[in-house]
């Protein structure tokens, strides 16, 4: 979060938790349970400070970096890069791959199936946010290029996966009318 704020500048807390929410990362939660409690412990930290501002008709707070927030920053954007950030990335579904021995191969097949669908579908989210990404900001665009870069190779490893137990990967269908089912929905906010 505090990247987001030096980046992009002074923001609501609103405004912090869209970007999370707008995120075809299932990692990132855009929850008020995760956001406003981070707010409030960076707050603590003196990482932050919240300004108040009027927005609209509504008072509210703009979020932004104190001077030992940007210090932070700085420190965790500094080198060496750690082995953990360099080196291969934890992978569930690589991880499950490695005991489809222990089930039959019906249930191999339905795993293979169940996965392929679901990354296709994430990987179709991920297309999509680098393609709007792609005229917004530089270093968006990259990050975004990155998450696609790594869903097509799990969508590759995949259908090696499947190819190797003679499975047959079926296509995904998805209606053009209906909503990705890996995007987050947003609730709604009184304005």
Request: charged residues 25%.
């Amino acid at each position: 979060m505090l990247a987001l704020v030096a980046v992009d500048g002074p923001a609501t807390p609103y405004a912090i938790r869209t970007v999370f929410l707008d995120s075809p990362s299932p990692q990132w939660s855009g929850s008020a349970g995760t956001i406003y409690p981070l707010i409030e412990r960076l707050s603590r930290r003196r990482l932050i400070r919240a300004e108040v501002c009027l927005t609209g008709k509504r008072r509210g707070h703009q979020i932004s970096l104190t001077a030992a927030g940007s210090q932070a920053l700085r420190q965790w954007l500094a080198l060496p890069i750690p082995e953990w950030v360099a080196g291969v990335p934890p992978d569930p579904l690589r991880t499950r791959v490695r005991f489809l021995s222990a089930i039959s191969a019906n249930r191999r097949k339905a795993f293979l199936q169940n996965a392929h669908h679901r990354t296709q579908a994430h990987l179709r989210a991920v297309e999509a946010d680098c393609e709007r990404k792609r005229a917004k900001d530089e270093f968006q665009y990259l990050m975004a290029r990155g998450a696609l870069l790594s869903m097509q190779s799990r969508c590759a490893f995949l259908q090696e996966v499947a190819q190797a137990l003679g499975v047959r990967l079926k296509a995904l269908k998805l209606a053009k009318d209906k909503p990705t089912p890996t995007k987050k929905t947003r609730p709604r906010v009184a304005q």
